[in-house]
């Protein structure tokens, strides 16, 4: 079986490593930026400490006509949601005519952008259940650099879409050494998941990153407001209750869990939000305009929101 994993980042490293060990033939399709490092190998870590293991003999793709001139069973797309836009996705999907596409984007928009692009019947969605990052962090020390990687304790990554393709991703992961499973809906449930995650990940932004000036202000209950009204944007898009989410989304939960979180990851929490947040803040606008946009289209209260959206530095 032949996987070609759009972005060679943390995510796609991570999974491609493990779709490898499950006897795989992984490719991955890089920015000709990319290509010198890519081609020195990579490195992989645990999430603290650890041996480097390398990860090597993969294939290096940057254009179009070289994915067309290969077979090829999975696409992985391993960018963030606003890398799917521009000119570069219809050519690169149409030159992988047949193969099974793996979304892993939490915005809420991203699944109904794809399926113009690619027919329902082969496009399977995911929720990542991996937290992996570029290593060293500022203040560490490694060489030589890699990316770390963490499974967080039962929160398997998560897949939906046409069942035969389901099983064959899910297999792969397991068989690689990657906890994973089938869920009902993960578009769903990564759509709800992100409306708290990225509301809180805004706040913590809003407040310089910097966890006790989170704790101390009220950063917590102006994010913990924008995510109830992002469940509820997200919810009515998707068709779901969003359970006790709204109950939980509180400014004394969201600080509860930036604690719980610190003291459980084993691993600087904080700076890896500060990092990987940080790297991908123009996902966390969008998602925020998402939600802003959908809600005003449905009557639905976004005060929050649009505070929050406008509370968070301009990133230009
Ligand atoms: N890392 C995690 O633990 C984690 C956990 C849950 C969810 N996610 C989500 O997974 C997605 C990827 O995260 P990540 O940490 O892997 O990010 P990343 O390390 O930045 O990797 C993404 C890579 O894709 C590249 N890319 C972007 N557009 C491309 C294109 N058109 N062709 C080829 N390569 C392209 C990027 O290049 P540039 O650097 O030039 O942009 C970057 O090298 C994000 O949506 C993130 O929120 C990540």
């Known amino acids: 079986m032949r996987a070609l994993l759009v972005g060679a980042g943390a995510v ?47 294939g290096l793709i940057t254009a179009p006509e070289e994915v067309a001139a290969e077979r090829w069973d999975q696409v992985w797309l391993c960018v963030s949601s ?24 939490p915005g809420l928009r991203d699944r109904r952008r794809l399926l113009e692009l690619v027919p329902e019947e082969r496009l399977v969605s995911g929720m990542i259940g991996i937290v992996a990052w ?42 690689g050494g990657c906890p994973a499973r089938r869920d009902a809906d993960a578009t769903r449930t990564s759509a709800l998941g992100s409306a708290v995650l990225l509301c809180f990940v805004a706040g913590l932004e809003v407040a310089g990153w910097d966890p006790a000036a989170f704790r101390r202000g009220d950063a917590p209950e102006a994010a913990a407001a924008a995510a109830r009204e992002a469940l ?32 459980a990851a084993p691993f600087d929490l904080p700076l890896y939000l500060s990092y990987h947040f940080g790297k991908v803040g123009d996902q966390t606008r969008e998602a925020l305009r998402a939600w802003e946009e959908e809600g005003r289209s449905r009557g639905l209260e976004i005060s929050a929101l649009r505070r929050l959206a406008g509370a968070l530095p301009d990133r230009r």
């Open 82 to 105: 606003p890398a799917l836009a521009g000119g570069w996705l219809p050519p690169l999907l149409a030159a992988a005519p047949g193969a099974t596409v793996v979304m892993l984007q």
């Open 232 to 263: 509820a944007v997200a919810g009515l898009y998707h068709g779901a209750s969003p359970g006790l989410l709204p109950l939980l989304a509180r400014g004394w939960a969201f600080r509860l869990a930036l604690r719980a979180a610190t003291a």
């Open 134 to 175: 570029q290593a060293p962090l500022p203040g560490e020390l490694l060489d030589p650099p890699g990316i770390r990687c963490w499974f967080p304790p039962l929160s398997p990554s998560r897949f939906s879409g046409p069942p035969a393709a389901v099983d064959a991703v899910v297999g792969a992961l397991r068989r």
């Open 12 to 58: 796609g490293q991570v999974y491609g490593r493990h779709l490898q060990a499950a006897g795989w033939d992984v490719a991955f399709y890089v920015k000709p930026k990319y290509l010198g490092d890519a081609r020195r190998g990579f490195v992989r870590y645990p999430a603290r400490g650890g041996r480097p293991e390398r990860f090597e003999e993969y």
